[in-house]
């Protein structure tokens, strides 16, 4: 599961790339949640909240610096893959300093959009970083290793585990 925020004050820009993205995703038979934030602030406050793997981060909002954003986060040692999206190619290169995924300028293509998040799956294939665990009835569930708070192991006999306990980050659910 990848958690994704688009940062952007159009909010009909947001909406065409969240549904580009969602697409793209499922295309790949993995899963996404998309968040929206309207300004760096608002951003900020979702950061601390939850995890994002992927920011999708508009250069600019009310001559406020996105790429200046972005370094702030990146000097309180929060690193998250980075997608600049911008009106203009103007700043590009502060764009890369920051460790950038990507740096997409409008209008945005599918293409480009879909390149960067193929560079996104690969680099963070939940297979390489995550487990697969099937519970008493069947339902499979891919759990990153991020999202995994503790195991707990219950009932063990000469070394054979009758339950285990998953306790997932940003989730109710326990899978026994």
Not at 12 to 20: I, K, Q, T, V
Not at 70 to 98: H, M, P
Request: include cysteine; glycine fraction near 4%.
């Amino acid at each position: 599961m990848y958690n994704i925020i688009i940062c952007d004050k159009d909010k009909e820009m947001s909406a065409r790339l969240c549904a580009l993205i969602k697409a793209f995703v499922k295309s790949k038979k993995r899963q996404c949640v998309i968040d929206i934030a309207d300004s760096y602030k608002s951003l900020y406050r979702k950061l601390f909240v939850k995890k994002y793997g992927l920011i999708f981060i508009k250069t600019e909002i009310d001559e406020q610096s996105g790429i200046a954003f972005i370094k702030r986060l990146r000097a309180d040692k929060y690193d998250t893959d980075v997608v600049f999206l911008a009106d203009s190619s103007e700043n590009w290169q502060s764009g890369y300093e920051c460790s950038a995924l990507s740096y997409i300028v409008k209008p945005y293509s599918k293409g480009e959009i879909e390149r960067t998040l193929s560079v996104f799956i690969s680099k963070n294939d939940d297979m390489k970083h995550g487990i697969v665990i099937k519970n008493n009835e069947g339902k499979r569930y891919n759990i990153s290793y991020s999202d995994i708070k503790y195991i707990d192991i219950i009932n063990t006999v000469y070394s054979q585990i009758s339950d285990i306990v998953l306790n997932a980050a940003q989730s109710n659910d326990t899978v026994m």
